[in-house]
């Protein structure tokens, strides 16, 4: 079973048919996805066309303060059950239960707040709670905004403009990683250390990042024990369509 996340920027605008290019290429069994900015207008219109496009069915969690975040399955696997989290959450959390040959396996897409260190924090810890990884198969992901425990911040920090640097650093000067590691203290595995930046991209690069890890996928330990091959996906459309680039992974939990 193939995952992956992808923050697509505002919506993805004209660049959509990029977007779809890149997922089309990568195949995913089950996608999150972020800032999906005027996906529920004019009856999910916008949705409906991303959905189709890639043969996926969405589930969409609108947000009060940011925007929607959506989690997209393929046919072969039913949804069980589905849930839309907004309260203490900047943006929102969109999860899905889907059926698969080794049990049920929960999936969330989140958006950690953008702006403040501590509150990226205490929504990390509110949902590493709500989604416990001891109730079996588990994932979460998307974009934390965070940065991971264990990694070498310095490039990524000195990389980003003054304006920025509250985003990512604490009172010390040091890198703020409180908000991934709330969810490793939990007992979650990130699966991406190492994986090398994932943000920003060529084509959209910002004065708000430095060459950071910023979306990660999280996972309770059955699931990181039949985890293989993560990878950052750069290239091509890839490069241009979004300013974060996707962030892929195989569970083999079926074969391919």
């Known amino acids: 079973m193939r995952f992956m996340t992808w923050n697509i920027r505002t919506g993805g605008g004209d660049r959509l048919p990029a977007i779809i290019e890149v997922v089309k290429a990568e195949r995913p069994d089950i996608l999150a996805v972020q800032e999906l900015r005027d996906f ?11 959905a189709e496009s890639v043969g996926m069915t ?56 953008p702006f403040s260190p501590y509150r990226r924090m205490r929504e990390a810890r ?38 920025y640097h509250r985003r990512h650093m604490n009172a010390a000067g040091e890198a703020d990683t409180r908000a991934v590691g709330a969810f490793l203290s939990a007992g979650f595995t990130d699966l991406g250390l ?3 930046p994932t943000v920003p991209t060529p084509g959209l690069g910002g004065k708000e990042f430095g060459p950071m890890r910023l979306d ?19 290239g091509g459309a890839a490069d241009s369509a979004s300013d974060h680039f996707p962030v892929r992974v195989d569970l083999d939990i079926i074969p391919r």
Do not use: C
Not at 40 to 50: A, M
Not at 129 to 153: K, Q, T
């Open 126 to 163: 509110w949902l590493a709670a709500r989604y416990a990884p001891s109730r079996g198969m588990v994932l979460v992901a998307g974009d934390l905004n965070g940065l991971a425990p264990g990694e070498d911040h310095t490039a990524g920090l000195a990389g980003l403009a003054p304006l």
């Open 194 to 196: 190492g994986a090398g």
């Open 40 to 50: 529920h207008r004019y009856g999910e219109k916008r949705l409906r066309h991303f």
């Open 216 to 234: 990660h996928v999280l996972v309770s330990p059955p699931l990181a024990a039949v985890a293989r091959d993560l990878r950052v996906i750069r």
């Open 58 to 113: 969405p589930h969409l969690a609108r947000s009060v303060l940011g925007q929607p975040v959506a989690v997209l399955v393929r046919p072969e696997f039913p949804i069980l059950g589905r849930s839309i989290v907004r309260w203490r959450l900047h943006h929102a959390a969109a999860s899905v239960v889907v059926s698969t040959p080794a049990g049920p396996l929960t999936v969330v897409s989140t958006h950690l707040n």
